[in-house]
């Protein structure tokens, strides 16, 4: 569930394409901010961009993937 190899540096980065990505990475920062004393979140994601298949997905479902992935943080 990486992008793989023709994606060069980000070949491991997770795709976000699939759901149990996105309810791990959910769940991870959940943990965080529920374990640990913090002062908020931070989402970066222009240092490690590559999320979707670029090169292959639907760039418009891939847009809305993440606008969702974002709302549910509402919930944590």
Do not use: H, P, W
Not at 3 to 29: P, S, T
Not at 47 to 74: P, W
Request: aromatic letters at 18%.
């Amino acid at each position: 569930m990486t992008l793989g190899d023709e994606y060069l540096y980000y070949k491991g980065a997770y795709n976000y394409e699939y759901e149990e990505i996105r309810e791990k990475m959910l769940g991870y920062i959940k943990e965080q901010l529920t374990r640990y004393d913090v002062d908020g979140l931070e989402l970066d994601y222009s240092r490690e961009i590559q999320l979707f298949r670029y090169l292959t997905a639907d760039m418009d479902k891939c847009r809305n993937i993440m606008t969702e992935f974002v709302e549910n943080l509402i919930f944590i």
